[in-house]
């Protein structure tokens, strides 16, 4: 069975090579693509991910108070909620594991790097 991966990012482009490169990995499958906090937040329920791949920096409301919210709901409870940001600071980190992610990957990430976080959520 394919892990499913959702992504929240707002930069269409790296929204969209992720999306293509998970649509090209054996064993994942992309399952929904948010380019806003609100969007994601409106959709995401109603199709549970394995995998939440979540841009810190957005624009609206940031990663973190969305990590916060999806943590809050049962059914989210063993979905993987996987940072993927340009803040690679301790401090962000920090404040990322209190939001509840379970990784925090900087970008530009490499794609072994992607895939091998990605494959964890199998052991979930």
Not at 20 to 29: A, E, L, N
Not at 51 to 64: K, R
Request: charged fraction near 25%; proline fraction near 3%.
């Amino acid at each position: 069975m394919a892990i499913r991966i959702s992504i929240i990012e707002d930069d269409d482009w790296i929204r969209e090579n992720l999306a293509t490169q998970i649509g090209g990995t054996s064993g994942f499958q992309c399952v929904g693509k948010f380019s806003s906090a609100e969007e994601s937040l409106d959709q995401i329920g109603h199709n549970v991910p394995d995998v939440i791949l979540l841009d810190i920096g957005l624009p609206e409301m940031d990663g973190y108070s969305v990590a916060r919210h999806l943590r809050s709901l049962p059914s989210m409870a063993s979905t993987r909620i996987v940072a993927l940001t340009g803040y690679g600071a301790e401090e962000a980190r920090r404040m990322g594991r209190e939001a509840g992610f379970d990784l925090h990957l900087v970008k530009p990430v490499d794609a072994d790097e992607l895939e091998i976080a990605l494959g964890a959520a199998r052991s979930r």
